[in-house]
Nanobody, 119 residues
Framework: QVQLVESGGGLVQAGGSLRLSCAAS????????IDWYRQAPGKERELVAV???????DYADFVKGRFTISRDNAKKMVYLQMNSLKTEDTADYYC?????????????WGQGTQVTVSS
C-alpha cells in the first residue's frame, strides 16, 4: 500500500516562502514518479511541478522561477520550495503519483496541505 503525506503548509505573507514536504511510504512507489498539484477554491486541480526523464524538472508557467521541486531518495521525500509567493498561490497542495506495476496502473494522492498567502 502506498501512502503520501504532505506537510509544511500554512499562512504566509505575499513575497514570503514556504517549503512543502511529501513523505512517501510503500515499497512500490518510486519518488521519481511523485509530483505536486494544487487546487484553489472553486477551481480545478492543476499540475504545479514534476520530475521528467533524466532527472530534470518541469513547472507550470505560473510558478516557473519561483517554485522548485526536489527529492531525497534515501528518505523517500519530495519537496516543493515556494518562493516569492503571491496571493493567487493560495490553494490546497497535493502530492500525487501515477505508476504501473505488473501491468496495473496505480494512482495515489496525499490528503493535501493548505497554503494561504495574504496580501
Amino acid at each position: 500500500q502506498v501512502q503520501l503525506v504532505e506537510s509544511g503548509g500554512g499562512l504566509v505573507q505575499a513575497g514570503g516562502s514556504l517549503r512543502l514536504s511529501c513523505a512517501a511510504s510503500g515499497s512500490s512507489v518510486s519518488i521519481n514518479t511523485i509530483d505536486w498539484y494544487r487546487q484553489a477554491p472553486g477551481k480545478e486541480r492543476e499540475l504545479v511541478a514534476v520530475f521528467t526523464s533524466g532527472g530534470r524538472t518541469d513547472y507550470a508557467d505560473f510558478v516557473k522561477g519561483r517554485f522548485t521541486i526536489s527529492r531525497d531518495n534515501a528518505k523517500k521525500m519530495v519537496y516543493l520550495q515556494m518562493n516569492s509567493l503571491k496571493t493567487e498561490d493560495t490553494a490546497d497542495y497535493y502530492c500525487h503519483t501515477d505508476f504501473k506495476e505488473y501491468g496495473r496502473r496505480h494512482i495515489y494522492w496525499g490528503q493535501g496541505t493548505q497554503v494561504t498567502v495574504s496580501s
